[in-house]
């Protein structure tokens, strides 16, 4: 049995009529930019994080960018990030201005080291981006001390953690702002680019949505120089279409979780995604560990089952920061896990079958 590693199509499939009906709405109201549809997802979704406002733009990494200017980062600045993530968070630090620092991962969680950031902080730091990888929080009480201790902002990348909750309360209402991804692979996805940053602090809001729309709210009265970041009609009527089943599709990625915990925890040299005490993992991603990883998906790839490494190199040892001479004793968890991790197949349709067979296969190996 092939095993795809995602299916997009399932998801259109179960609720095609919506989003088919959302298509046809724009089309026929020619809401193609702003107008009605972005309104709607804007309030529908700042409804959905618990917080006050949603600035839509047009990608998760244009969200990163939008805040940090908002927060006046500038030259000579530092910003602290994850060592082991996606390049968006690390490379828009250095567009807005700043100087990206670099903390190692925690031992089992694969989120940022608290105790390492405390060790990077320069009179030149000012802000703090976690990142909640792979759906799990950080650990936010221990971050949002230092910030506090040290009057730092902090932004959460909450790109792959649509709903994640810290005890019990929602990611991306820890910090100043938080960003969020809506490409189509993410737990709410659409179909193309889009993306949203949201706050409950309306003046950094204000500025957030004119940075994105060209320094203005209202059409040639330009305030700042901004840029063009939009979330397109089309876009935000299907993710309006989609954020009612986002709940459900997530129980059923912590149901799917819990499978593949049970069936791969008891199998030699396998470690499960570790979800700390008091956090909800959303499981963008299910990760485990294997010392042997490369021969593990080499093995379930020619058996029809798709992997993915993220990422197969840790931030600081990519050619894109080699101006900063990093070497992995500097960041031994994020060096050690960048060869040891692999994503299985995960997906709120995936069925117990596609799941057996893969625990299956990862026995056999
Ligand atoms: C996907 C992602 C982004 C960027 O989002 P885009 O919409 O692709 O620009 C940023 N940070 C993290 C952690 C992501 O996973």
Redesign the pocket.
């Known amino acids: 049995m092939a095993v795809p590693y995602a299916d997009l199509q399932l998801q259109y499939q179960s609720i095609k009529a919506e989003i088919d009906a959302a298509i046809a709405g724009v089309i026929r109201d020619n809401a193609f930019i702003r107008g009605s549809y972005v309104d709607a997802f804007e309030r529908e979704f700042a409804a959905a994080a618990e917080v006050a406002h949603c600035v839509s733009c047009?990608?998760?990494?244009?969200?990163?960018y939008l805040a940090m200017r908002a927060l006046k980062v500038k030259p000579g600045d530092e910003v602290i990030t994850t060592a082991h993530?996606?390049?968006?968070?690390a490379a828009m630090i250095t567009h807005s201005g700043a100087t990206v620092v670099f903390c190692d991962t925690d031992d089992a969680k694969f989120t940022i080291d608290p105790a390492a950031i405390e060790a990077a902080i320069t009179p030149r730091t000012v802000g703090i981006i976690p990142?909640?990888?792979y759906g799990q929080p950080a650990d936010m009480d221990a971050i949002m001390a230092i910030a506090q201790k040290h009057k730092l902002w902090v932004i959460e990348?909450?790109?792959?953690a649509h709903l994640a909750r810290y005890k019990g309360r929602m990611v991306g209402t820890f910090g100043e702002a938080a960003?969020?991804?809506?490409?189509p692979?993410?737990n709410l996805g659409a179909m193309g680019?889009?993306?949203a940053v949201v706050t409950n602090d309306a003046a950094l809001a204000e500025q957030m949505a004119m940075l994105a729309r060209h320094g203005g709210l209202v059409k040639h009265q330009h305030h700042i120089e901004g840029i063009n970041s939009r979330l397109d009609g089309m876009q935000a009527a299907i993710l309006s279409a989609k954020l009612p089943h986002l709940a459900s599709w997530t129980e059923a990625r912590q149901a799917a979780a819990e499978v593949y915990d049970a069936g791969l925890n008891q199998i030699e040299d396998v470690v499960v995604p570790e979800v700390a005490p008091a956090r909800s993992h959303v499981y963008?991603l299910y990760t485990i560990r294997h010392p042997r990883r490369d021969a593990l998906a080499a093995h379930l790839n020619a058996n029809g089952v798709q992997t993915a490494i993220?990422y197969p190199t840790a931030l600081p040892f990519l050619p894109a920061y080699a101006r900063f001479g990093h070497r992995p004793e500097q960041f031994p968890n994020a060096h050690r896990d960048q060869g040891r991790i692999l994503s299985l197949p995960m997906f709120a349709e995936i069925t117990r079958e596609q799941q057996d067979e893969v625990i299956e296969l990862v026995r056999k190996f």
């Open positions: 047009a990608n998760g990494t244009d969200a990163l993530s996606w390049i968006s968070t990142v909640h990888l990348d909450c790109a792959q960003t969020y991804s809506f490409y692979g993410k680019d889009a993306g963008h993220n």
